[in-house]
């Protein structure tokens, strides 16, 4: 609120400096190469240039100074059609030889939608939602290694790089439970190392993802603020597991639903807050992706902290799945699961 002692402005001025600022971003974007897309729904994103120094991107050449100042606003940066359709076929296909069963991948994480657990037997591709941790198949990390994406992450993480989550979503028809959502949260909820500027998640469609079947929404520009407290959301037909959401986030902030071909990749900051919708079709919505940190980074303990949650969620998982019972942290897992995919492994 106003002091008192200040007259409170203007209707007239609060509409005049919001029809300025949605000209300035008009401006900016007709810039934009046309590798990068926005698509706004219930509010614009700031993107205006300015001479300061930028914080989230490194020096280099592959980024235009449009595209740096794109992602310092928003903290997300969508590149057009970057991975091949061979290589997208090449995912797809071994994703489906282990959800056969064809394969058996070492410390893989085959994750089920809760409302497929609940009802009749299925098999196959249509019993599985998520794959986590394929570092150990060398033809999934393929897509971890490739050159056209590790060009992009260099930008944000320098020249050493590990890749730390792998994941292939494979996002079901929703029930009429709206348990194929994501709610909104910030990645680095689930990682004890630090400093967040330098991760990067890259994720890329392996078919057309929209609003029908549910495409990443983000809320640009709170990778500026600070990781808030995460949990279960309270929805009536239940959420899946250790799928996290932000307590306290605004509902009122501007959002963009990512609408993106098959191809396109996405690269975004860890504490950018975003999530995805339900899939309304009757096909399985299909994206790989892999967060990708600089090895100069350093392990935290999270103990004492608003991510202690995720970490007993974490070790319970190793003990019941895994039978691992020694006295182990969350750095310990990720240092584990870790794998360097370009230059010098430091501290990571």
């Not at 002692?5 to 934009?32: D, E, F, G, I, N």
Request: hydrophobic content about 35%; aromatic content about 8%; overall charge neutral.
């Amino acid at each position: 609120s106003l002091p008192p002692s200040l007259p409170p402005p203007s209707l007239s001025v609060c509409v005049s400096c919001a029809m300025a600022a949605v000209t300035r971003l008009k401006v900016v974007l007709q810039h934009l190469r046309p590798g990068i897309t926005a698509f706004p729904t219930s509010g614009e994103v700031a993107a205006q240039a300015s001479p300061r120094r930028l914080r989230y991107t490194l020096d280099g050449r592959l980024l235009t100074p449009e595209q740096r100042q794109f992602y310092e606003e928003n903290g997300f940066l969508l590149i057009k059609k970057l991975v091949s359709d061979e290589d997208i076929q090449l995912f797809g296909d071994e994703f489906e030889k282990i959800c056969r069963r064809e394969i058996e991948v070492p410390v893989l994480t085959i994750m089920k939608d809760v409302a497929i657990n609940k009802a009749d037997y299925v098999e196959g591709q249509q019993a599985v939602s998520k794959i986590q941790n394929f570092e150990n198949n060398e033809v999934l990390f393929k897509y971890c290694s490739l050159p056209e994406i590790l060009k992009y992450v260099e930008c944000f993480t320098g020249p050493d790089i590990m890749a730390m989550h792998t994941m292939l979503i494979n996002k079901p028809p929703d029930t009429g439970k709206k348990t194929s959502r994501h709610p909104m949260h910030q990645d680095l909820h689930y990682f004890p190392f630090r400093p967040a500027d330098q991760i990067v998640c890259a994720w890329t469609a392996m078919e057309r993802v929209d609003r029908n079947n549910g495409c990443l929404v983000v809320l640009p520009g709170s990778h500026k603020g600070k990781m808030k407290p995460h949990d279960y959301p309270e929805w009536e037909d239940g959420v899946n597991k250790m799928y996290h959401g932000v307590r306290d986030y605004d509902p009122n902030h501007p959002r963009l639903h990512l609408v993106m071909e098959k191809g396109d990749t996405v690269f975004f900051h860890p504490l950018l807050i975003h999530g995805s919708g339900t899939n309304r079709t009757r096909g399985f919505r299909k994206a790989i992706s892999c967060h990708f940190a600089s090895s100069d980074c350093y392990y935290i303990d999270v103990k004492g902290t608003i991510q202690e949650n995720i970490e007993q969620e974490i070790l319970e998982l190793g003990r019941t799945k895994y039978g691992i019972y020694s006295d182990l942290t969350m750095a310990d897992v990720w240092f584990l699961k870790g794998r360097l995919v370009q230059g010098e492994r430091i501290n990571l």
